[in-house]
């Protein structure tokens, strides 16, 4: 199912003040990454459920648990303009942006008019197109596949849910490490409760697709995968055990969000590996970019 972005040449060099940082144009397609290894496709999200969502801008659509309990997701927030909640997140975020599990772009979209240099990355099709038709810069990629940057992003962003990715929150913070640049900042969207729970889901549009009723778990759609949700305590626990600073807590719209300064601690030889092959190859630019 997936394409190809067509590649317009190379880039040029970065200027001198923007040596270090990552360039928000790399390997932009569903190709080898600028390491040149095939990225990791992950199925769930770029299941009919999720992609006819974004492609229509609305729900309904859920995430479901075995015993049938449902998670509504906001569709028509995440396909709406940045609200100020939104900004009260984006205002705080430093240098180059990452925005990991972007869907449909309103974020990266509001960066890049506030001038920071951002890029989406997200593991549905749909996701990116949308993004990338929004203007913003965007990758098919998992947070756990080889990226660009890696090591010098000054942001990253896990808003919307995010930091359920994968089920395993201590994982997904040492992935994040990784990405960081030095006393680089994590802003994450935690569950309004105070709640810690791994669990597996699956995407459900709440509907048999013939009559509108609700359909039982063993129609939907797509294979189960791993969530959390996590509410503020919780990622607080995680992120001292990771070695993670508080920066700040706040509240917007009845939405909670916690800021994290990068723990100080000697990366990963995975990520010094990639950094080090990043650093020998060419990027390109997606022709659907603005030069």
């Not at 916690?258 to 995975?270: D, Q, T």
Request: proline residues 8%; negative net charge.
């Amino acid at each position: 199912m997936s394409t190809t972005v067509p590649s317009s040449g190379l880039a040029a060099p970065a200027p001198a003040d923007r040596v270090g940082t990552p360039d928000t144009h790399e390997a932009v397609g569903d190709g080898p990454d600028a390491a040149g290894t095939a990225p990791v496709r992950t199925a769930p999200w770029g299941a009919d459920p999720y992609a006819n969502a974004l492609r229509t801008g609305r729900g309904p659509l859920f995430l479901r648990r075995s015993d049938g309990w449902l998670l509504p997701l906001d569709v028509e927030r995440w396909c709406s303009d940045a609200g100020s909640a939104d900004l009260s997140a984006l205002h705080r975020c430093e240098g180059p942006v990452l925005d990991i599990g972007c869907g449909p772009g309103r974020l990266v979209a509001e960066l890049a008019s506030l001038g920071h240099r951002a890029l989406g990355i997200d593991v549905s099709e749909a996701a990116v197109a949308r993004t990338r038709g929004l203007g913003g810069a965007a990758l098919l990629r998992s947070v756990f596949d080889p990226l660009p940057g890696e090591g010098r992003w000054g942001t990253l962003l896990l808003l919307d849910g995010n930091i359920g990715i994968g089920g395993d929150p201590a994982a997904l913070l040492d992935r994040a490490a990784d990405l960081l640049g030095a006393d680089g900042l994590l802003i994450a969207e935690t569950a309004p409760v105070d709640v810690d729970e791994r669990v597996r889901v699956r995407l459900d549009d709440g509907r048999d697709g013939t009559d509108g009723r609700t359909a039982p778990a063993s129609v939907c759609d797509t294979e189960p995968f791993p969530w959390a949700r996590i509410g503020t305590p919780a990622l607080l626990r995680h992120a001292r055990a990771g070695g993670w600073r508080t920066a700040g807590q706040w509240g917007a719209e009845g939405r909670t969000f916690v800021s994290l300064r990068r723990p100080v601690r000697e990366r990963s030889a995975r990520t010094s590996s990639q950094n080090a092959e990043s650093a020998n190859s060419a990027p390109v630019i997606s022709s659907q970019l603005p030069k």
